[in-house]
């Protein structure tokens, strides 16, 4: 076999719902070879995150070169950077070695509140990451810091503000909707305009749901789609992947970007 491959440039959770464990369970569902760049160490479970810690900005590079180098990705996705420093080095070798396409996963802050972004790494992200973006996916409060203005609930204001998040020069957007009513995603590009729908699902398990999203675009975009069609592709599969949640934990359980395997292996290997 010889799959495509595709990277993460993220935190680890030490939980297994988000950030790189998520993302290569998601790749791994496409078929995809997984390959990542750890950016951070996070203590976390299914309650919240303790605390965490940056990688050293020499290990962070070693890591994007050794891959780059021998495992050539097809897509790149990014997640928790952490801190300004981090984001431009990071731009810089996206930059210097050509690696496109790239979804850019704003994460800021954890489900539970805790913060995964310095303040001052904003302008970082929007002025050397999102520049080179193929996708950028960010829900509505890391829009309205991104924009650096509230943003109201209504389609109207959801609307103008992906049109404002276009303009800082990524090639589209997802504007998840996660934190509506309505659970609708509003697509952007150059050209089209385009609400993606979803269910509301009653659960609380949905830890992760933000980087299996990311990470189902990015392993579209290796496999070929167009921006539209991979977003497509990632709302159905984010769907699913809430729908199927895990429950594990005594707080917000992960969603399961495995859950078109398990299902087709339900009943296997039982004694």
Known sequence: MKPLIALTIAGSDSGGGAGIQ????????????????????????????VGYEEIGLDLI?????????????????????????IIELVAGELTQRSLQPLVVDPVMVAKGGHKLLQDDAVTALTKLLIPLATVLTPNLPEAEMLLGRPIGRDLPDRWQ????LLQLGCRAVVLKGGHSADALDLYCDSEELVELPGRQVATANTHGSGCTFG???AACLALGSSPLAAAREAKEFIQGAVENALEVGTGHGPVNPLWR???????????
């Open 22 to 49: 998520a993302d290569l369970k998601t790749f791994a569902a496409f078929g995809l070879h997984g390959t990542s760049v750890i950016t951070a160490v996070t203590a976390q479970n299914t309650t919240g995150v």
């Open 61 to 85: 590079r070693s890591q994007l070169v050794a891959v780059a180098e021998d495992l050539r990705p097809a897509a790149v996705k990014t997640g928790m950077l952490a801190r300004a420093a």
């Open 161 to 164: 503000a992906v049109s404002e």
């Open 215 to 217: 990470a189902a675009i």
């Open 261 to 271: 395997q398990w299902r087709s292996a339900s009943g296997t290997c039982r004694l």
